[in-house]
């Protein structure tokens, strides 16, 4: 019989990259924890355990390795990273212009370059060198490992050349503390990029759960009302809702009726009739009524709690792109300092080199393989995509986003608020003809006296089109619809509720009656957003597969699906059986989300690239990558796709140069060709050459 696990979130603190979460979870593996999780994104473990261990045990382990692990929140110090990178630029730039400068320029002076060089110095083996230390413990060396032992080379050896050759002509080409603090402050450069590319990953959890931290009004025993938080509703509670408010958690009315809007559950914007013994979801929003609800499930069982999770798990089963010079530094670094020893042995045992010759050698294979351009190749492409994409409308989340979208294959669309506009029109109106313009007046003069979303658009579009008429005894039925009086006849218009007894024909939006008598049916269709068409069929020249997914109902979906020749449709999904639509597909290839409703949340966290649009909600924005900040141009989504790519290719243009540089670059400086002054200046090339490559996207074409 299998034991019970339990599950226990730990919040790490000291993770500089996704290999420090690899190497954490490599650790609990080792230790028999075989299904823990470790997010780098959200700074967490989740970690399912047997009775053997508890919290503290778990904190101990993580902690053994370097990290802070604790049961509660740790605050970020996201400024931390940005304070560093100015400080160590501050020192730098003085320090890299002596190069190019003459040899009696006072920034020549050994010592004023040593109190430069030393605070940058000290700062990086100070931050770079704890991360370094972590990724040894664990057996995953990072790039920072190969930070450290190229700056520490650089600095020792500038020190021992100071030492040496102080006062001698001989000085100037033993003094490389540039190399030391141009490389620091560089790598300082690209770790800013990631952090803030990474920084708004856990808002959607955040924004959420905020939507729970609320005030309930709850009925005594005593018929009294009090104010009690979210977290202290119980099971049977009598909940009090006026208009206006919040449904504090998942129950049943027992008093009252009311109009509730709850798109942030089923992404419609169609507002819903409620009345007793109906059930309501925590976090819906009752738009006007007054109603009492007892509290059916509370806490970590509502619906919302649930969505919650669903945008947790996703979020930490996203795979962890890390950038190529990360992947491969596990090998880097060892076959780095294997060529530096080898240097040096067969250097002075093989061709009786002198042992200060060899050491200089041996040096140089340490300072020119220094993974400055690998480093750079891929946060400066990025860099550039991003601004590009900004420029025109673009919010793309950080660069592993446009490397993920690049390679996307199946992209699904939400309908309502997507597709479409959430503006509702008249198609058709079905009567006889002469009474065609009485019954666009009763339409115009009725829904005026109506706050429905379906009310405002028919009278937004009527107007100016048509006469309004004076109604009397204008009486609205909340969920069926509205009433008047004009010319001693009486007029019902509404839902097919109204009609049913007249009619078996249920496929039409609005029935109108006329003394109790069928007067006229009126279809009404959601207005596609303009440009939609042309997205979706440049989407589909790039050979991706568009999907409808929708809550909405199957015969509006299947109607649009066709107008717009969509293939693939998935009609009157609820939010748990979209995530797993998104699962599903994941299988056949990365898959991106276009929604705009927090029940699209789940399901844009699930998928590789989640796309949001900036008039959706906030919680579907915090869970996509990709924010189009006109959100009627889907257009955008293509042009987001283009510069992901180009900015994947210049990522490979510049990882190629990168390590093409070092398989070149440290050979020659093996054999003695390239001392360490030449081999600081062909590092600084190559940065240069990788800026230089990433800033060309900005004027790129890309067709």
């Not at 939400?414 to 506009?421: A, I, Q, Y």
Request: glycine residues 6%.
């Amino acid at each position: 019989m299998s034991k019970k696990l339990t599950n226990t979130i730990l919040h790490i603190k000291g993770m500089t990259c996704a290999n420090c979460a690899a190497g954490i979870q490599k650790h609990l593996n080792s230790k028999g924890l075989h299904r823990s999780n470790v997010s780098f994104a959200n700074a967490e473990a989740s970690i399912y355990h047997s009775g053997n261990w508890d919290v503290n045990s778990l904190i101990k382990e993580i902690e053994s390795i370097g990290f802070k692990a604790s049961s509660e929140a740790v605050q970020k110090n996201d400024d931390l990273v940005e304070k560093l990178f100015g400080i160590c630029l501050l020192f730098t730039i003085p320090l890299f212009a002596h190069m190019f400068l003459a040899h009696d320029h006072f920034l020549q002076n050994p010592l004023l370059q040593i109190f430069l060089c030393l605070p940058v110095y000290i700062i990086g083996i100070m931050y770079f060198g704890k991360s370094a230390i972590n990724s040894l413990k664990v057996g995953m060396p990072n790039m920072d490992v190969l930070i450290i032992l190229g700056t520490t080379a650089a600095f020792v050896y500038s020190l021992t050349g100071t030492l040496m050759y102080w006062g001698t002509l001989e000085l100037h080409k033993f003094l490389f503390f540039e190399t030391t603090a141009t490389i620091i402050t560089l790598v300082f450069l690209g770790n800013l990029l990631e952090h803030r590319s990474v920084k708004q990953t856990t808002s959607a959890i955040q924004e959420l759960t905020a939507m729970q931290e609320l005030m309930a009004t709850r009925e005594t025993i005593k018929g009294e009302t009090e104010q009690i938080p979210f977290k202290h509703i119980q099971k049977e509670d009598i909940l009090i809702v006026n208009s206006g408010d919040k449904i504090p958690t998942d129950g049943i009315i027992t008093e009252g009726v009311g109009i509730l809007d709850e798109s942030m559950l089923t992404g419609e914007n169609e507002p819903v009739h409620r009345a007793q013994k109906d059930r309501v979801i925590g976090g819906t929003i009752l738009a006007d009524g007054n109603l009492k609800v007892k509290a059916t499930l509370v806490g970590k069982e509502t619906v919302l709690s649930q969505i919650i999770e669903m945008v947790k798990k996703a979020q930490n089963n996203k795979p962890n792109i890390q950038q190529l010079g990360d992947k491969v530094s596990a090998l880097f670094v060892p076959i780095v300092l294997a060529i530096s020893l080898f240097t040096f042995f067969v250097s002075h045992y093989a061709f009786n080199i002198s042992t200060a010759d060899a050491v200089m050698r041996a040096v140089a294979v340490l300072v020119i393989s220094c993974p400055c351009a690998m480093g750079l190749a891929t946060p400066t492409a990025v860099m550039v995509g991003l601004g590009r994409a900004a420029k025109s409308g673009i919010l793309i989340k950080g660069g592993s986003t446009l490397e993920t979208f690049a390679q996307v294959k199946h992209i699904f669309f939400d309908k309502t608020g997507t597709l479409t506009s959430g503006n509702f029109k008249i198609e058709k109106i079905n009567c006889e003809t002469e009474n065609l313009k009485e019954i666009k007046e009763l339409l115009y003069s009725l829904e005026q006296h109506s706050s429905h979303p379906i009310a405002k658009s028919i009278v937004k579009e009527l107007e100016g089109k048509t006469n309004k008429i004076h109604l009397n005894d204008i009486q609205e039925h909340k969920g069926k619809g509205i009433e008047g009086k004009w010319n001693n006849n009486y007029y019902y218009l509404g839902s097919y509720n109204i009609a049913q007894e007249l009619t078996k024909d249920s496929s039409h939006s609005l029935y109108l009656l006329k003394n109790n008598q069928l007067f006229a049916t009126i279809d009404i269709e959601d207005e596609v957003k303009p440009n939609t068409q042309e997205c979706l069929q440049s989407l589909k020249l790039a050979n991706l597969n568009p999907i409808m997914l929708s809550g909405d109902k199957k015969e509006k979906c299947i109607a649009l699906a066709n107008d717009l020749d969509i293939k693939t449709v998935y009609f009157e999904q609820l939010p748990h059986q979209k995530l797993q639509r998104i699962i599903d597909c994941k299988k056949q290839g990365n898959t991106a989300m276009v929604g705009d409703g927090i029940n699209d949340a789940p399901a844009l966290a699930q998928a590789d690239i989640g796309i949001s649009l900036s008039n959706g909600t906030q919680i579907a924005i915090q869970s996509a990558q990709i924010v189009l900040l006109n959100g009627n141009d889907l257009s955008k989504i293509f042009e987001a796709l283009k510069i992901s790519k180009h900015t994947l290719l210049t990522i490979k243009q510049n990882l190629f140069w990168a390590f093409s540089y070092n398989i070149v670059a440290i050979p020659i400086a093996a054999m003695g060709l390239l001392n360490p002054m030449w081999g600081a200046f062909f590092m600084a090339f190559s940065d240069i050459v990788v800026i230089g490559n990433s800033l060309r996207l900005k004027k790129k074409s890309l067709n």
